[in-house]
């Protein structure tokens, strides 16, 4: 099925940096979404965009749906341990019926080095 | 608690066997789906579905069955005809919309 483009593919940086992170497509969304993954863990849905060019902020995380609805971009600032895991971006397609839910992106691998 | 209840959270099948994987929600959501996790290779969709008594096929749904009798339960089962069963395997909830969806706690099944 269709893919999103989710890069990085993975990030080392040190604590307290800032975090970026993008998803993007040849395809039109209705819907952005962040995940994170823990190890072994289902992912837990961090934060849902539901309008072009809306701009949403769950504490340090910052993401926004693009104005082409293209793409998406998830920014994390003074990052800490408990930070470390794998970033999803998912999205529903306008294209789509919707009954099969999202298109999910590869992921992000976030590593926290000492 | 409200939330997504997969079981076992270990599996382990002997080859030629079959195996069922639990998945019940309490969030009153209409849809509920399956996705196979590999390393490398993200989510794929085993199966979903929108409506007691029906499903649909995903983009993997070969060697896989569902079912779902009741709105909050949609088990997996885990055919023998599934060449390469070892992976991680997540349910999902979410409305029948399907803009957004909730992920239970995962299941890893391994053959041995």
């Known amino acids: 099925g269709q893919q999103l483009n989710q890069s990085p593919q993975s990030m080392f940086i040190q604590e307290g940096e800032d975090v970026s992170m993008n998803c993007t497509s040849s395809s039109i969304f209705n819907t952005w979404l962040w995940y994170k993954q823990d190890p072994g863990e289902g992912p837990v849905l961090l934060i849902a965009?539901?309008?072009?060019?809306e701009l949403t902020s769950n504490g340090r995380l910052t993401a926004q749906f693009g104005i082409t609805r293209k793409d998406s971009f998830l920014n994390i600032s003074a990052s800490i341990p408990s930070d470390v895991g794998i970033y999803f971006c998912a999205g529903q397609l306008e294209s789509g019926g919707g009954a099969d839910g999202l298109t999910f992106g590869k992921g992000t691998h976030l590593i926290i080095q000492p | 608690d409200g939330g997504i209840t997969q079981s076992p959270k270990y599996l382990f099948r002997k080859e030629g066997q079959n195996v069922t994987l639990s998945c019940e929600q309490n969030l009153n959501h209409d849809a509920m789906y399956w996705y196979r996790q590999d390393p490398g290779q993200g989510l794929r969709l085993i199966y979903y579905?929108?409506?007691?008594?029906?499903?649909q096929k995903g983009d993997i749904a070969e060697g896989y069955s569902v079912s779902r009798e009741k709105k909050e339960s949609f088990p997996l089962t885990v055919t023998s005809a599934q060449k390469n069963p070892t992976a991680f395997y997540l349910c999902?909830?979410?409305?029948?919309?399907?803009?957004?969806?909730?992920f239970g706690e995962g299941s890893w099944l391994t053959v041995v």
């Open positions: 579905s929108q409506i007691v008594n029906d499903f």
């Open positions: 999902a909830s979410g409305p029948l919309s399907g803009n957004t969806i909730y």
């Open positions: 965009l539901y309008k072009a060019g």
